[in-house]
């Protein structure tokens, strides 16, 4: 399977274009089932991350987050890019839970050994959930519509961003996160600033620009 890499310059044009379904996986399966969706992702959507805000000014990042944690990832349940609530598309996202260890800063009523719901910028997707967001052109003109639809079903689009890093099932993280009321889910923000993996045994995070672990630093 030959696979495609998209470079796009902006989060702007990943709105107008990327619109995806869901793929749910099973606990019992998880890591044959990311294995053979890596096996078969026939195609790759990278894009900058523009924001308004610093995402590497910890200060900044603190005072934008609701809830501060350090969680064990409970489950990756999948990604989706249709929000039932609003019945409309969003930007393709990974779903999972977390179960929350230490509570840095909370505005709720979130405790130590909670287990909550959270999304994510990025995730992979069917082809087949895919194209059904894209105008009959753009099926076109990204060869879709030679595919059968046994090959769409399993056939994967991955949807990231420059210098992210992708969240794992069983890891530790240091987490910054904002409930979007519009998904019932809290929200990491901050994309690879927001989640930094955590080291218990030396009580330090990694630095995901340097990939060195460095000693927490708060500033709340």
């Known amino acids: 399977m030959n696979k495609q890499i998209i470079s796009v310059a902006s989060i702007l044009i990943i709105l107008g274009i990327i619109c995806t379904g869901v793929v749910i996986s099973s606990n019992n399966k998880d890591m044959q089932d990311k294995q053979g969706i890596d096996d078969n992702i026939m195609m790759e959507i990278v894009s900058e991350y523009d924001s308004i805000y610093d995402n590497s000014n910890t200060s900044e990042l603190e005072e934008r987050s609701e809830l501060i944690i350090i969680g064990t990832i409970q489950s990756i349940d999948g990604a989706i890019n249709y929000n039932e ?13 977390v179960q929350v260890n230490e509570i840095v800063k909370a505005n709720s009523d979130i405790s130590v050994n909670d287990t909550i719901d959270f999304i994510r910028n990025g995730g992979t997707i069917s082809v087949a959930e895919y194209e059904k967001s894209l105008a009959p052109r753009q099926v076109m003109r990204q060869g879709l519509n030679n595919m059968t639809q046994e090959e769409k079903e399993n056939s994967y689009v991955k949807v990231a961003y420059m210098d ?25 923000i901050g994309m690879q600033y927001g989640l930094l993996e955590y080291n218990e045994s030396t009580n330090k995070v990694k630095n995901n620009e340097t990939q060195s672990w460095e000693n927490i630093k708060y500033n709340i």
């Open 85 to 97: 609530k609003l019945q409309e598309y969003i930007m393709t996202s990974t779903i999972g839970k």
């Open 164 to 188: 992210d890093v992708e969240i794992e099932e069983g890891k530790e993280y240091l987490m910054y996160l904002r409930y979007d009321e519009n998904i019932d889910r809290y929200r990491i």
